[in-house]
T-cell receptor, first 113, second 113 residues
């Protein structure tokens, strides 16, 4: 158990809809990262927050947004969903913004029909 | 641009043998490299990291070797066990810690009894 909690574990929705994925980082971790893992694809970095502020942005679509709240939990919002958005979405946390040792949650599997 | 690739998508070894998983990178500015293990149905798990000022680092049953001349990274697992079955990802970044961590496609390691 990494200590990172993601909800929901599974989510099935239709094209055009909007969903919110939630992540609670490990206790004490200030950095939260979001990654997308599509079938047979590697992990694609989406976005990082550190202590409530956006720190780095990767290949995150404009239809996607995220935020980190004062209690350090984070939410990833996916809107106008398309079939290609079906993927595993991982949240990870770390103690600081410059370590490569990330602790990943078990992911939220999104299926868009 | 940055790219991290793996020589082989699958690797099959006998239980008890040593495993070697290879990874090539193209960004000569990369200075921090990490190996992650992802078991089925779980999030990636940090194994070991190495900075560019080193060429070898050892952990428990694992050794990472870095050859900056040919931009090659390898993960050696000693006395491979059934629990080592997983997909192994190398990841690299250039001077920004985990902010722009680029993951490779992954190698699936299968252990034969």
């Amino acid at each position: 158990d990494s200590g990172v909690t993601q909800t929901p574990k599974h989510l099935i929705t239709a094209t055009g809809q909007r969903v919110t994925l939630r992540c609670s980082p490990r206790s004490g971790d200030l950095s939260v990262y979001w990654y997308q893992q599509s079938l047979d694809q590697g992990l694609q970095f989406l976005i990082q927050y550190y202590n409530g502020e956006e720190r780095a942005k990767g290949n995150i679509l404009e239809r996607f947004s995220a935020q980190q709240f004062p209690d350090l939990h984070s939410e990833l919002n996916l809107s106008s969903l398309e079939l290609g958005d079906s993927a595993l979405y991982f949240c990870a946390s770390s103690t600081g913004p410059y370590t490569g040792e990330l602790f990943f949650g078990e992911g939220s599997r999104l299926t868009v029909l | 641009g940055e790219s991290v690739g793996l020589h082989l998508p699958t690797l099959s070894v006998q239980e008890g043998d040593n495993s070697i998983i290879n990874c090539a990178y193209s960004n000569s500015a990369s200075d921090y490299f990490i190996w992650y293990k992802q078991e089925s149905g779980k999030g990636p798990q940090f194994i070991i990291d190495i900075r560019s000022n080193m060429d070898k680092r050892q952990g428990q049953r694992v050794t990472v070797l870095l050859n900056k001349t040919v931009k090659h990274l390898s993960l050696q697992i000693a006395a491979t066990q059934p629990g080592d079955s997983a997909v192994y990802f190398c990841a690299e970044t250039a001077g920004q810690g985990a902010q722009k961590l680029v993951f490779g496609q992954g190698t699936r390691l299968t252990i034969n009894p």
